[in-house]
């Protein structure tokens, strides 16, 4: 059983930055693909960035590239958001995600355990 917890969220002005944070517990962290997803009020939970087993491989929403970067510390257990440039239509609940397998994945269903998310408020 993997856990996870995210933290980091808040409140920040549009073109400010952010940084995410998810740590893991429980499983072999270093086994398995991350991956950041988020949810705004009234929408589906959406993918925004993945990272493999190794932090070789990433994967970028096109609303985020460029912006936002993931990455991990096996050796901590934790993978990492840096957002920078925010818009206010970045505002959501961010999730951090633990994959199936090492291959970082856009799809919701291929993430098996998720943590309790974390708000991130941009105003305009």
């Known amino acids: 059983q993997v856990q996870l917890v995210e933290s980091g969220g808040g409140l920040v002005q549009a073109g400010g930055s952010l940084g995410l944070s998810c740590a893991a517990s429980g499983g072999t962290f270093s086994e398995y693909a991350m991956g950041w997803f988020r949810q705004a009020p009234g929408k589906e939970r959406e993918f925004v960035a993945a990272i493999s087993w190794s932090g070789a491989t990433t994967y970028y929403a096109d609303s985020v590239k460029g912006r936002f970067t993931i990455s991990r510390d096996n050796a901590k257990n934790s993978v990492y958001l840096q957002m920078s440039t925010l818009k206010p239509e970045d505002t959501a609940v961010y999730y951090c995600?633990?994959?199936?397998?090492?291959?970082?994945?856009?799809?919701?269903?291929?993430?098996?355990?998720w943590g309790q998310g974390t708000q991130v408020t941009v105003s305009s």
């Open positions: 995600g633990a994959g199936n397998t090492g291959w970082p994945e856009q799809n919701v269903s291929e993430y098996a355990y």
